[in-house]
């Protein structure tokens, strides 16, 4: 992405750890960040997805530190391990992209248990666990910047998506009381609530026809699906200084499809 002379370094040095790192609106932001002069820690699932993207970082960005580590979101153990192994390394957690998660189409009727507790393990409950550890490391170190990745369905509905908007507006509503709560020891936290992105998953459901582009297209001001660089943009915002007195916040980057009543 293009990054203007004044925000260029803007994040120079600033430790960034971002979860679901291997792919989509994790590698854009890890590239924005890596523009701006961040240290980054990529944490995913998906080991050989992290290779990659490390790989593809330092062959843009030679200059730029990173370190992989692999773990579930889920799994609260492993959370733990990845905020010691990034403690370890950098010594403190800046900025946390907190961005791990999965979608959930499925009628509610036909909804399991487990389907259940996989979105709101995955999409809410490891949100919690590397917020309380990121609050933990950031206060130890006089502050941060936490940025979860809501969705626009976590503000408004949509069918066939109980689970997903269920756990996307706890994300919502989880940073505006982390944010009430932790403002006082100098940590920020913020939603993101993207809208329909252009990231790889999305361009396949579009190829299978499970998602119609112009439809959506039709449906948003801006007449255009967003890009990955489009909320990386907002994420370097929101972490930056120029945001120092923003938090609580549930911003919107979805071409005004919310903002939408008309048709």
């Not at 009381?177 to 809208?195: F, H, K, T």
Request: charge should be negative.
């Amino acid at each position: 992405m293009a990054i203007s002379r004044e925000a260029a370094g803007r994040h120079a040095g600033r430790v960034v750890m971002c979860t679901g790192a291997a792919q989509g609106l994790g590698r854009a932001m890890l590239d924005a960040f890596a523009a701006e002069g961040a240290r980054l820690a990529l944490i995913d699932i998906d080991a050989d997805g992290l290779a990659t993207a490390q790989a593809q970082l330092q062959r843009v960005y030679p200059a730029v530190e990173t370190i992989c580590v692999t773990a579930s979101v889920a799994d609260d153990g492993q959370v733990a391990q990845a905020f010691e192994a990034v403690l370890a390394h950098f010594g403190r957690v800046d900025v946390l992209l907190n961005n791990a998660g999965i979608s959930m189409n499925r009628p509610s009727l036909e909804l399991t248990p487990a389907d259940w507790r996989r979105a709101i393990d995955i999409d809410l409950s490891g949100v919690f666990y590397c917020c309380q550890q990121a609050g933990r490391a950031m206060q130890a170190s006089g502050g941060g910047v936490i940025l979860n990745t809501a969705s626009m369905y976590g503000v408004v509905a949509a069918p066939e998506r109980a689970a997903y908007c269920a756990a996307k507006a706890g994300v919502v509503a989880l940073s505006k009381s982390l944010a009430v709560e932790w403002a006082e020891l100098g940590i920020r936290v913020n939603a993101i609530c993207p809208g329909y992105i252009r990231t790889a998953l999305v361009d396949s459901l579009i190829e299978r026809g499970a998602l119609d582009a112009a439809r959506i297209s039709a449906r948003t001001p801006m007449g255009r699906l967003g890009t990955p660089q489009d909320v990386a943009g907002v994420a370097c915002f929101l972490a930056s200084d120029a945001a120092a007195f923003v938090t609580g916040h549930a911003m919107l980057a979805d071409g005004g499809w919310t903002a939408n009543g008309y048709m």
